[in-house]
């Protein structure tokens, strides 16, 4: 998304007079929303995922906080959290393995820990209407649930049906974070959560079925980034989360108590009420704007989200010479909505995906979605076969992607465990370059296969599969200094061309 700057915006001002760019749903150039979207956490091969969220505004702010598994995007963990005017909230997920009688042999959940003071509802730091473990120096952590997929649980639009996947708590330990505010906090529930000597006043006022007239509609202004830390080898893989800005525009708001599914990427509402549409900007290769209007009573709001992130290539490096101490190259590729479309509650699948979780028995708990790739090396030198990408065993026939929070690793298969070198993931996928060599560019295609977004009522039909995350590597050496290791992480978010058409012409 690098057209996404603010000469662009500013461009787009200038062409369209009046237009009010905050009456649509757009990924912010500048990082700021009322939606934040963290592509990957995980606590595996050692690592554990710290994450922040920041509010910028003068207003109070509640959000919720939705942590999904890897598979299909399940929820293993929710909670509403409060920020005060100018707050910073953090926390870090990390391995339980060993506390509260878990196992130590990599099977145990995933937890939350926090630090800070600011509210969240049910309390973390300081219990509230739930009984949390303790860790042996006393502080509280929250470990992640497998409620929503071990059987059948009630779910944002209906019952959550088998997806054929695992049912253990292990299922936890990876996955993506999806934090929406809900409203703007004002009058006295913004004086409770207001800081005093570091502490807010009354958070008990705002936990539970309590009265919310003191909120209003969301005004955006949230940024947060995560950072995959492993201490044991000294590497930090930090990145900003993707930022959607006008997402809810109406007057109203999107509070739901904590211990709900809403609100969710399906909830927004940015267009006139008697039109029900959500409206989304979406700038093209060449800089310009493309405005589309989705009908919400066919999804539109996650549809306007998707057009966002859909991309009908994906492009990154890789780069594994043993020579400099780069063993390996990670791409995390997350589908953001996938569980919107694929879900097996829905009884078939909705474009642009075309398989349904656990429709593959070859594949249990996978939605395996055929791309296709190119490869070079740094002198453009292309294989002599198209390479591989996909899950053993069996491998599938084609190149596919097949779960929604997958790592991609750039490996001679050869040498490739059953999880990722640098993040630990189960969900794995290998590309081979041993041929044309150690180092270059991959692009993913991911249009064709009746890969298309549902059209726009304007006709825009987007091609490709909506899709975010970054490239991960690591260089290690082995002599930094006589009897030091040094490790040297480095993470790229990945770069996306986009395809849309229409009927009548040209997407605008």
């Not at 998304?1 to 915006?9: E, G, H, I, T, V």
Request: hydrophobic residues 35%.
């Amino acid at each position: 998304m690098s057209k996404r700057n603010s000469l662009a915006a500013a461009v787009v001002l200038s062409i369209t007079g009046a237009m009010n760019l905050a009456s649509a749903v757009e990924l912010n150039p500048n990082g700021l929303g009322q939606v934040l979207l963290y592509p990957y956490f995980t606590v595996n091969a050692n690592n554990q995922t710290l994450i922040s969220v920041v509010n910028t505004r003068d207003t109070g702010k509640v959000a919720k906080v939705r942590f999904l598994e890897g598979y299909d995007g399940r929820e293993v963990l929710g909670f509403n959290v409060y920020l005060s005017p100018h707050d910073v909230w953090v926390a870090a997920i990390f391995d339980t393995s060993g506390l509260s009688e878990q196992p130590n042999d990599g099977s145990a959940p995933a937890g939350l820990l926090t630090p800070d003071n600011s509210c969240t509802d049910p309390g973390i730091k300081v219990p509230t209407s739930v009984s949390l473990p303790q860790l042996p120096d006393g502080r509280y952590y929250v470990p992640f649930s497998n409620s929503a997929y071990s059987g059948l649980s009630l779910g944002a639009t209906g019952p959550e049906q088998n997806d054929g996947g695992p049912t253990d708590l292990k299922r936890t330990r990876t996955g993506h974070i999806e934090l929406i505010e809900m409203a703007s906090v004002i009058g006295d529930s913004l004086a409770n959560i207001t800081h005093e000597n570091g502490v807010p006043v009354n958070c008990a006022a705002l936990t539970g079925a309590q009265n919310n007239a003191d909120y209003t509609s969301p005004t955006g202004g949230l940024f947060g980034a995560a950072s995959i830390v492993n201490a044991s080898i000294g590497t930090l893989y930090g990145y900003n989360a993707d930022a959607l800005s006008g997402f809810y525009t109406n007057t109203g708001k999107l509070f739901s108590p904590s211990g709900t599914t809403f609100p969710n990427l399906t909830s927004g509402d940015n267009g006139n009420i008697s039109t029900g549409n959500e409206v989304s900007y979406v700038f093209g290769n060449d800089g310009s704007l493309i405005t589309s209007s989705w009908p919400l009573n066919a999804g539109g709001s996650v549809d306007a989200v998707s057009s966002l992130f859909t991309a009908d290539q994906i492009f990154n490096e890789y780069e594994i010479d043993l020579r400099n101490g780069s063993v390996a190259t990670e791409w995390i590729l997350t589908f953001p909505t996938k569980s919107y479309y694929a879900n097996p509650a829905l009884g078939s699948a909705i474009q642009p995906f075309t398989k349904l979780f656990g429709s593959d028995s070859a594949h249990p708990g996978t939605a395996c979605e055929v791309v296709s790739l190119k490869k070079y090396d740094r002198e453009g030198k292309t294989p002599h076969s198209s390479g591989s990408i996909g899950v053993p065993p069996p491998p599938p026939p084609q190149p596919t992607l097949c779960w929604e929070a997958q790592t991609t690793v750039v490996l001679s298969a050869a040498s490739v465990g059953l999880t990722s070198p640098i993040f630990g993931s189960p969900l794995l996928a290998i590309i081979d370059p041993t041929d044309p060599g150690t180092s270059g560019m991959v692009g993913v295609v991911l249009s064709g296969n009746g890969h298309l977004l549902r059209p726009s009522n304007e006709g825009n039909v987007f091609a490709g599969l909506p899709i975010t995350g970054f490239l991960a590597r690591n260089f290690t050496n082995k002599n930094a200094t006589p009897g030091v290791l040094g490790n040297y992480a480095g993470l790229f978010r990945h770069h996306i061309s986009q395809a849309c058409s229409n009927p009548s012409g040209a997407c605008h």
